[in-house]
């Protein structure tokens, strides 16, 4: 296979990441999130905010996903997230099965979900045989690669809070949509009004890794203890705050995310070079194409990517992907 544009996850590890949790392999340390580096990644974040934020070091986006519910959940809840969105679409299910919550897959308007979508929700709502709507969730960047602006976000919230509902923002890419609006942390979360969010680095460049960050402070407590509840309190806890430490030295998390993001451009670029349209617009670093069956069959033997359905095809790009890789596919393509 000459390449997988299938993932971001599928990338390799940087350098930065492996030799730093080389660096903390070499004596015995305090596990379980007490351990020194834990806390420096604590510091770290918090100096990103203006107000105080509580923060949880995981394995993955799922987990974030889940916990992140949990927290702001009642017995009685329902969350509403896009039909597509991974919460709702790419996890079996996990959230509802955990947390026994409802999710309500809306429409949304351009692959976002909008205020609109919450009134509607409201309007058919019957609180006397339904769950409550109290949780909201996005992904930014969304499923499409399409990324919330900084003021459709402080609207979404806004709307949200007006009717005490909750918003968590599923942030796996985080990195690749704040690259994209030249912003950080406290502008797209704290500023927008954001209650919970995930910092996602596994898709980043990491080895593994997701950080919770807790805004709101009506949720900020027991946190130990429902992180130990789902199964994310880990003994060696100084590789995941490792990681996390190099992501925040010299911005390697925003030096690696504009790079996806620039490699998606150009790949744009290209595929329209030989009349290939993109299906959506190019945010972050996901490119959606239609391709034909013989495209499809023909290139499937040569590199990996994302088949959705009725032609349409997701190609992601990476850290570490290569001008000289976008060419090799675009040269395959032209032969067939």
């Given at each position: 296979?000459?390449?997988?544009?299938a993932?971001?996850?599928?990338?390799?590890?940087?350098?930065?990441?492996?030799?730093?949790?080389?660096?903390?392999n070499v004596?015995?340390?305090?596990?379980?999130?007490?351990?020194?580096?834990?806390?420096?990644?604590?510091?770290i974040?918090?100096?990103?905010?203006?107000?105080k934020?509580?923060?949880?070091?995981?394995?993955?986006?799922?987990a974030?996903n889940?916990?992140?519910i949990?927290l702001?959940?009642?017995?009685?809840?329902?969350?509403?997230?896009?039909?597509?969105?991974?919460i709702n679409?790419?996890?079996?299910?996990?959230?509802?099965?955990?947390?026994?919550?409802k999710?309500?897959?809306?429409?949304?308007?351009?692959?976002?979900?909008?205020?609109?979508?919450?009134?509607?929700?409201?309007?058919?709502?019957?609180?006397?045989?339904?769950?409550?709507?109290?949780?909201?969730?996005?992904?930014?960047?969304?499923?499409?690669?399409?990324?919330?602006?900084?003021?459709?976000?402080?609207?979404?919230?806004?709307?949200?809070?007006?009717?005490d509902?909750?918003?968590y923002?599923?942030?796996?890419?985080?990195?690749?949509?704040?690259?994209?609006?030249?912003?950080?942390?406290k502008?797209?979360?704290?500023?927008?009004?954001?209650?919970?969010?995930?910092f996602?680095?596994?898709?980043?460049?990491?080895?593994?890794?997701?950080?919770?960050?807790?805004?709101?402070?009506?949720?900020?407590?027991?946190?130990?203890?429902?992180?130990?509840?789902?199964?994310?309190?880990?003994?060696?806890s100084?590789?995941?705050?490792a990681?996390?430490?190099?992501?925040?030295?010299?911005?390697?998390w925003k030096?690696?995310?504009?790079?996806?993001?620039?490699?998606?451009k150009?790949?744009?670029?290209?595929?329209?070079?030989?009349?290939?349209?993109p299906?959506?617009?190019?945010?972050?670093?996901?490119?959606?194409?239609?391709l034909?069956?013989?495209?499809?069959?023909k290139?499937?033997?040569?590199?990996?990517f994302?088949?959705?359905?009725?032609?349409?095809?997701?190609?992601?790009?990476?850290?570490?992907?290569?001008?000289e890789?976008i060419?090799?596919?675009?040269?395959a393509l032209?032969?067939?």
């Open positions: 296979m000459n390449y997988d544009f993932g971001d996850t599928e990338a390799a590890a940087c350098l930065e990441i492996i030799e730093r949790c080389l660096q903390v004596s015995n340390m305090t596990g379980y999130g007490k351990d020194d580096l834990t806390r420096q990644v604590q510091e974040v918090q100096g990103q905010f203006s107000k934020i509580s923060t949880l070091l995981l394995s993955n986006g799922s974030a889940v916990l992140a949990k702001m959940k009642h017995d009685y809840s329902q969350i509403i997230s896009l039909k597509d969105g991974h679409d790419c996890e079996v299910g996990a959230t509802e099965f955990i947390t026994g919550c999710i309500l897959g809306a429409e949304g308007k351009n692959g976002k979900l909008t205020p609109a979508d919450i009134e509607k929700a409201l309007k058919n709502q019957d609180l006397t045989h339904s769950p409550k709507l109290e949780i909201a969730v996005i992904s930014q960047p969304t499923e499409k690669g399409l990324v919330y602006s900084l003021k459709e976000m402080k609207a979404l919230c806004e709307y949200c809070h007006k009717h509902i909750y918003v923002v599923d942030g796996a890419r985080l990195a690749n949509a704040m690259a994209k609006l030249n912003c950080g942390l502008e797209m979360l704290e500023e927008t009004g954001v209650d919970i969010a995930n996602g680095v596994n898709k980043n460049g990491a080895m593994f890794g997701e950080m919770l960050i807790i805004l709101n402070e009506k949720f900020d407590k027991n946190l130990i203890l429902h992180q130990k509840q789902l199964f994310q309190s880990f003994s060696k100084r590789f995941l705050a990681q996390y430490l190099a992501m925040f030295e010299n911005d390697l030096n690696n995310a504009r790079h996806s993001n620039r490699m998606a150009i790949l744009e670029k290209r595929l329209r070079s030989i009349k290939i349209t299906e959506f617009s190019v945010q972050t670093n996901a490119v959606f194409v239609k034909k069956d013989k495209q499809i069959e290139l499937t033997k040569e590199y990996a994302g088949y959705l359905k009725n032609n349409l095809v997701r190609l992601m790009t990476s850290w570490s992907t290569t001008e890789q060419d090799n596919l675009i040269i032209r032969k067939i």
